[in-house]
C-alpha cells in the first residue's frame, strides 16, 4: 500500500508563507490528491484538492491564499501556504484518494 509523508511544516509569523510537501512511496499521477487540515478541538476540514489532470479546488478559507500542485515525476504534491494567518494553525495532512492518510505536519502561525 502507498505510503504518504508530509514535510514542510513549521512556525511561521502571520502573514508569511510556507510551503509543505507530501511524498508518496509508489506512483501516483492517476490519483486524486487531497490536502486537509485539523486544528486543536476541532473536526478534520478539507483544505485543496488536485486531479490527475491539474484541475484544483480549495476551501473558501483559503482560496487566493493556498496553492496546491504536483510534481508528477517526483510522486509528490506541494501546499505552498501564502498571507497565512493564526487560523491557519493546525496539522496538515496528505491524502490520496480520500483513503490513504499520511502522519501530518504540525503548521504553527503565531508572531
Known amino acids: 500500500q502507498v505510503q504518504l509523508v508530509e514535510s514542510g511544516g513549521g512556525l511561521v509569523q502571520p502573514g508569511g508563507s510556507l510551503r509543505l510537501s507530501c511524498a508518496a512511496s509508489?506512483?501516483?499521477?492517476?490519483?486524486?490528491m487531497y490536502w486537509y487540515r485539523q486544528a486543536p478541538g476541532k473536526q478534520r476540514e478539507f483544505v485543496s484538492t488536485?486531479?490527475?489532470?491539474?484541475?484544483?479546488n480549495y476551501a473558501d478559507s483559503v482560496k487566493g491564499r493556498f496553492i496546491v500542485s504536483r510534481d508528477k515525476s517526483k510522486d509528490e504534491v506541494y501546499l505552498q501556504m501564502n498571507s497565512v494567518r493564526p487560523e491557519d494553525t493546525a496539522v496538515y495532512y496528505c491524502?490520496?484518494?480520500?483513503?490513504?492518510w499520511g502522519q501530518g505536519t504540525q503548521v504553527t502561525v503565531a508572531s
Open positions: 509508489q506512483r501516483i499521477f492517476m490519483a486524486t
Open positions: 488536485i486531479f490527475r489532470n491539474g484541475t484544483t
Open positions: 491524502n490520496m484518494g480520500k483513503t490513504v
